[in-house]
């Protein structure tokens, strides 16, 4: 952790987290970034940057910040393009050995029940009333109709919904790029991924066996997508209002245009919210109809269904959001809006807001690595107050995806995973070689970092054995 490094406008510290050579190896604009986020009215205790953070718009990737409820902002620079981008577990009780003969099959299945790709639509085909339903709604709205369990709700952080979203903050052309996506994988570093716990990499088996993670050499899936086009628009409408305002209304200096912001109690502030709501809540969604396609796939090429299969959700965990919350500041309890932009919530033991069944452990924290490295399974810790229980929320690249391009050909890496045994189905090669593991950070010590920090603790660590890319 760096110490404070102030410089003119700063209102608080700018703190990094990471190991030295984390540290030493990330990009200049991570550091003029989080100095300009700790400028911004209304900010609590520090500007943070977790060991995954690189550059972004506005703010780093992997950047926290907490702000007064009332006196403090709201900017989407802070939140990310695509909102509610997250991450979702499943179980299974089927071994390696099980699975690896119909390896293909799955992996060819998965691609084509779950639409990836950029524009792809998904297989549920709403009007724009129903839409405007989703948005409000979340993932109740798809368990009501079938598309998932009673129990997904349960662990799901908030549940499934936010709020206070109200679908008329939201603009007609959100809703066209994004009411026929509900149910993709959407493109970049978006993926579907069946993955193998070797006993070596179990850190905590009673964690482990209360999250239904029991025996080595178990199969699990795991996913990472978000709001898709519609939350993307959501971010470019409002951005494009709060610099109209930002300045010339609310007196807020334009420091970096990326971190366009407004007062939170602001007539455009809480439109932002509220429309930031809707794409949180079109997130969860789409989540909640990928994972029922999953279990229609697995279901179909077993020939079990997916109870018996045991094909439990853990837990599905946002990063890209601005939330209320209550923390601790100066011995204070406080309302504040904590924006977590490539970081997730990490909430400790005890806390109120974890499901009841894994209050003793902490929440689940789900952390993707890259497609060819593997990916962690956390829980949250008492230690993580000090960044109002946030931690990261991935390896974090190392490189830009054009320079990726340039030093990795898709098709070469497409035989190189196959030959170490990651059976891959991509919509397009140059998309593959955006992701290679080289052009991301070394996961092991992005997750250690965080332990070392106190903020998350190891449960276990997942190998990729096939993946869907978009």
């Not at 990094?16 to 050579?21: D, H, L, N, R, S």
């Not at 349960?154 to 509900?182: I, P, Y």
């Not at 069944?357 to 230690?383: K, W």
Request: neutral net charge; proline residues 4%.
């Amino acid at each position: 952790m760096l110490p404070p490094n102030y410089k003119d406008g700063m209102l608080v510290p700018a703190l990094i987290y990471g190991t030295e050579k984390l540290i030493n190896d990330m990009d200049k604009g991570v550091f003029e970034q989080v100095t300009n986020v700790a400028t911004l009215p209304g900010i609590v205790r520090a500007a943070f940057c977790m060991p995954d953070g690189h550059w972004g718009y506005g703010f780093p990737i992997g950047g926290v910040a907490a702000f007064d409820a009332e006196e403090g902002v709201i900017s989407p620079g802070g939140i990310g393009f695509d909102i509610n981008c997250g991450m979702r577990l499943v179980t299974t009780n089927l071994t390696v050995d099980e699975v690896e003969p119909r390896l293909d099959a799955l992996v060819d299945r998965l691609y084509h029940q779950v639409p990836a790709g950029v524009g792809a639509k998904g297989f549920l085909k709403t009007t724009v009333k129903e839409f405007n339903q989703i948005v409000e709604r979340g993932a109740a709205w798809c368990i009501e109709r079938g598309f998932g369990w009673a129990e997904d709700l349960e662990r799901t952080e908030h549940r499934g919904c936010l709020e206070g979203a109200n679908h008329l903050d939201v603009s007609d052309k959100a809703v066209e790029r994004g009411h026929n996506q509900v149910g993709t994988l959407g493109s970049g570093n978006h993926y579907l991924e069946i993955q193998v716990v070797r006993e070596k990499n179990i850190f905590d088996k009673k964690a482990a066996e209360v999250m239904g993670v029991r025996t080595p050499g178990q199969v699990v899936i795991m996913f990472h997508c978000g709001s898709r086009g519609f939350g993307h628009q959501v971010a470019t409408d409002y951005l494009m209002k709060f610099l109209r305002v930002m300045t010339s209304k609310y007196g807020i200096p334009i420091r970096d245009r990326e971190l366009a912001c407004a007062p939170l109690k602001s007539p455009e502030g809480t439109a932002y919210f509220s429309a930031m709501k809707c794409a949180v809540n079109m997130a969860f969604a789409n989540r909640q109809l990928i994972l029922h396609r999953i279990r229609e796939v697995f279901s179909d090429v077993f020939g079990r269904s997916a109870e018996e299969l045991g094909m439990h959700q853990v837990y599905d965990v946002c990063h890209n959001t601005a939330k209320i919350e209550t923390h601790e500041v100066n011995g204070e309890r406080r309302k504040l809006l904590v924006h977590r932009k490539g970081a997730t919530r990490a909430f400790g033991p005890g806390m109120e807001d974890v499901p009841e069944r894994y209050r003793d452990i902490g929440q689940p924290v789900i952390i993707g690595g890259s497609m060819e490295t593997g990916s962690y399974l956390l829980v949250g810790q008492a230690g993580g107050a000090e960044t109002f229980f946030s931690t990261c929320h991935g390896s974090g690249r190392v490189m830009s995806r054009g320079e990726a391009k340039r030093r990795f050909r898709g098709d070469q890496l497409l035989r190189d995973m196959r030959e170490r045994g990651i059976h891959v189905r991509a919509v397009s090669m140059p998309g593959l070689a955006e992701e290679a593991g080289g052009a991301y950070k070394d996961i092991d010590e992005v997750v250690l970092a965080t332990e070392i920090a106190g903020l998350t603790k190891r449960v276990a660590k997942f190998e990729p054995i096939g993946n869907v890319k978009g």
